[in-house]
Every structure is written in structure tokens, then in C-alpha cells.
């Protein structure tokens, strides 16, 4: 059975950076690539990175795009999210995925989700 397990949620100033951690535990990873997603409050979860699991490839929305960078090393089974420059607008819960395909679809990003982590909280302060 596939476990994801988050860490580096915390809290941050505006301004300020944080990583996230996310290990894909359990069995052979078989996927598309993994994803981070993140909801606040009221609000429908997001995608905010995806990376193909065998070519690397990264995808963001906007909003993100320039601020964060998703990575994967293939040997720990892990993904890593590297959130610069936060916002306080970006507290929310974020959660790691496996994917199973991504589209862009104007300034967002779209994907399929096969398994979903516990979720870790970020809150940034102003």
C-alpha cells in the first residue's frame, strides 16, 4: 500500500522560504510523476507543481511559477517542494500526491491523482 509521508510544513515570514518534504513509502513507485497541491481555507484545493517522475519535466501555474521548484530523487523515493518569496495569501494545507497525467489549462495546471498525502500545514505571516 502507498504511504505518503509530508514534512517541512511550519511557519514563515512573508518574504521568507520553506521546503517540503514528501516520501513515497511501500511499494515500487508507478506513477506519472508526483504533485503538490495546497487548500486554504474555503477554498478548492490547487496544483502548484508536478514533476514527471522518469524525464524530470516540471510544471507550475502561474502563480507560483519563478517562486517555487518542485524536484525528485528517484533513489529516496522523494519529492521535494522549495517555496521562496511566500505570501500570506499561500497559508494553507499542502499536500503531496502521485500523479497519473498533467495539462495546463490557461495559467493553472490540471492533473489526475492516484494517492494523496496527510497534508502539512504552512502559515506565513505578514
Known amino acids: 500500500q502507498v504511504q505518503l509521508v509530508e514534512s517541512g510544513g511550519g511557519l514563515a515570514q512573508a518574504g521568507e522560504s520553506l521546503r517540503l518534504s514528501c516520501l513515497h513509502a511501500?511499494?515500487?513507485?508507478?506513477?506519472?510523476?508526483m504533485g503538490w497541491f495546497r487548500q486554504a481555507p474555503g477554498k478548492e484545493r490547487e496544483c502548484v507543481a508536478v514533476?514527471?517522475?522518469?524525464?524530470?519535466?516540471?510544471y507550475y501555474p502561474d502563480s507560483v511559477k519563478d517562486r517555487f521548484t518542485i524536484s525528485r530523487d528517484r533513489a529516496k523515493d522523494t519529492a521535494y517542494l522549495q517555496m521562496n518569496n511566500l505570501k500570506p495569501e499561500e497559508k494553507a494545507v499542502y499536500f503531496c500526491?502521485?500523479?497519473?497525467?498533467?495539462?495546463?489549462?490557461?495559467?493553472?495546471?490540471?492533473?489526475?491523482?492516484?494517492?494523496w498525502g496527510q497534508g502539512t500545514q504552512v502559515t506565513v505571516s505578514s
Open positions: 514533476v514527471d517522475w522518469d524525464s524530470g519535466a516540471k
Open positions: 500526491a502521485v500523479v497519473n497525467g498533467v495539462v495546463y489549462q490557461g495559467e493553472t495546471v490540471l492533473a489526475g491523482v492516484d494517492f
Open positions: 511501500g511499494r515500487t513507485f508507478a506513477g506519472y510523476g
